[in-house]
Every structure is written in C-alpha cells, then in structure tokens.
C-alpha cells in the first residue's frame, strides 16, 4: 500500500465516460483511456507486471503532487454513497457522555470527569433514504462532499459528510451549525472499513492533563453527544475538613468520601466544615478564624503571644515562665479561655479573612 499512496502511483483513474475506474479494468498501456482525476492529463495503465503493484501513472515529465489525494477523495465519494443505498444498515457510532447533574454547579474537588461514558450506535437506514454528492451546507458558501437526507421528512437534520486525505476542514465550515461526520481516509482500506462498520468515532485514550493520545480519524461535530441529567453518579471527592470542639481544641486534615455520602464524622463536635481543595497548605489557619468568628471560643492558637520556638521544636507561649509552663512540653491550648494575659491576634485574623472564602476555596459546613 506505500507504492499506492506515491503521487505518481494512484490505483484509479476516470476513463472515456467519466466514471472511476480500476487500473485492471482497462487495455495496459498508453491505450487505456484514462486521465488523472486532479490534472486531467492522460495516464498509462500498468497493469500487466506480476511483482509490481498495478497502477496508473503519468506521462513523463508531468508532476501532479495532489493525483493520490484526489482519487481516494473520489473513490470514498462513489463507494460511501453506493453502500449506502445498497446496505440495510449503515451505523454511526460515537462516544457519548451522560455527566452528573450538577456537575456545572458542584462544588466538590474530584479527580474524575463524574461522567458515564457509552458508545452509542444507530442505523442512518432508519431515519434517512438519500445520499447525494457536493451538495452545499445550510448557510454558508461551502459544499459538502456527501449529504445524508431524509426525502419522506424533509424537516429532519441532514448529516453532511467531509472527507480529507491530508487537509482536515477549517473551524467555520465544522462549526457552522449543521450535523459534519469529517473522515480521514489515506487508503482503501479506511474506505472498506467505513463500508463494513459503517461511521465509527475512534475511542481516544487521553493524557493527564485531558487532551488525546493519538489520531482521531473519524470526527463527529453537532451531534447530540452529551447530557446532564446522570443521577446515580456518586464519585470520591477530596476536601480539607476541619472539627472544632466546644473545649476550643480543634482538627484539620485531607480527608475522602463519596459526593453522596459527605456527612459529620464527630456528631458531638461544635462545627465541622469540608474545605473543598486538592491542597490543605493555608486551609488549618482560615478554619480555627472561620471557627473563632462564628464561635468566640478562646484558644492559646487564636493568641499573639503564642508564636514559633527559635529553634523550631514547635509553638510556645511567651509567658511560659510566668505561667508556669514547661519550656518542651506541650501544654493544653484551651486553658487559654482562664487566662489573664491572652491577647487575640487580630492582625492574623484581619488578614487570613479579607479574602472571600467561598471564591479562594468552596466550603460545606455540616
């Protein structure tokens, strides 16, 4: 099939009554009739060699870079519209996808897509009866090379098919509004495997960050592919959550649940609010002021005087000596409601709040 695919190769060619024909179907030679089908020069057949592949090729001197193009182009014209009306069935297949319901409005942070993906198929036969050739789009000044109709009801959407060899549509002609199957055929193999499938969208893997390994050769564009009306979907979802006690001791850390199942995991707790973010880095401090704020409870965390060691063995109170406290022990921070010498640090709170909570990072208080 390499041999096929050289310019100067091509297995087919129009002959004497315009129609396209097989290089074995014609006299070898310079006596076969044939022009090229993007030139219009006329072809000699190679047909009578038993090593070689047969094929038309131009006269000498002549260059048409664009012949192989245009006869696969051709080719899957004839054969697509032929099948079509010879066939009983003759499917589309694509991917289709059916997201969560609110997926649009959902505040979770989740890894997945909160999607059930399917291959939907459907046999053309069953709602259209026509298939003609460069028939112009609805609209726009372009022709498309099939058009698939429906003559018993003319109200139904047509699906126009582009075919391409190596120069894919443009954005205005695939995005015009109309129902495009654009197909890309670069031998005739993907021509017999269009005629025995039918039109099929590849199943493309995706890299991490979403976007397609490989070719897509067979694109699908206006058609209804999608939903979101999915309401058994209940995906992990990862969040931040923070528990606060009425001693004034409070919690944080990452924690994973199913969207349909975020519930309290302290029922006796003060507060319990999700923080839904992929990172817990800054989410501790917003909560023990979110916590503070609604609630008043005093805690040594909540004190200026209690800040970093110098030698980074943790927190440790100012007033240790005063109060009588170890130097490398920890101390219970909820004392800090009996003691005389706490001191809020409103700079730290004024700045961990002045920004909008729910935009920086979406909450759930349970």
């Known amino acids: 099939m390499r041999q096929a695919q050289n310019n100067n190769k091509i297995p087919y060619a129009i002959n004497q009554d315009g129609v396209l024909v097989h ?57 697509i519209q032929k099948a079509f009306y010879e066939k009983d069935v003759f499917n589309l297949e694509f991917e289709y996808n059916s997201y969560c319901l609110n997926k649009k409005t959902c505040k979770f942070f989740h890894y997945g897509d909160c999607t ?6 459907f046999n053309l036969k069953d709602f259209y009866d026509s298939c003609e050739q460069e028939i112009p789009y609805d609209g726009i000044r372009r022709r498309s090379d099939l058009k698939i109709w429906s003559s018993t009801n003319p109200q139904r959407a047509p699906i126009y098919i582009e075919i391409f060899v190596t120069h894919p549509s443009d954005d205005e002609k695939l995005h015009s509004g109309c129902k ?19 039109f099929v969208e590849d199943e493309i893997t995706k890299d991490v960050y979403g976007e397609p390994i490989g070719e897509q050769k067979t694109k699908f564009v206006g058609f209804k592919n999608e939903d979101y009306n999915n309401k058994e979907l209940n995906e992990e ?8 006690y009425k001693s004034g001791k409070s919690q944080c850390y990452q924690d994973y649940c199913r969207c349909k199942e975020l519930k309290r995991v302290r029922p006796n707790a003060l507060y319990e609010v999700c923080f839904h ?60 409601k009996d003691c005389k ?19 920086n990072c979406p909450i759930t208080e349970l």
């Open 23 to 79: 290089v074995d179907s014609v006299p070898n030679g310079n006596n076969c009739g044939c022009i090229c089908p993007a030139c219009k020069k006329p072809l000699q057949a190679r047909n009578a060699g038993l090593i070689k592949m047969h094929h038309f090729a131009h006269q000498a001197g002549v260059e048409c870079p664009n012949a192989y193009e245009t006869v696969m182009h051709l080719l899957a014209k004839e054969k």
């Open 116 to 121: 059930t993906k399917t291959r939907k198929t």
């Open 180 to 198: 495009i199957i654009e197909v890309k055929i670069e031998n005739e193999t993907d021509i017999e495997n269009i005629l025995s499938h039918g």
């Open 237 to 244: 979802i990862a969040f931040s959550r923070y528990i606060l």
């Open 277 to 336: 973010n992929d990172v817990a880095f800054g989410i501790y401090e917003l909560a023990k002021w979110m916590g503070y704020r609604k609630y008043g409870i005093l805690n040594c965390l909540l004190c200026e005087k209690y800040v970093d060691s110098y030698d980074d063995t943790g927190k440790i109170c100012k007033m240790y000596k005063i109060l009588g406290l170890s130097r490398y022990e920890q101390h219970d921070t909820a004392r800090a």
């Open 341 to 359: 010498y706490f001191k809020l640090n409103t700079k730290e709170m004024n700045e961990t709040l002045k920004e909008p909570i729910d935009e």
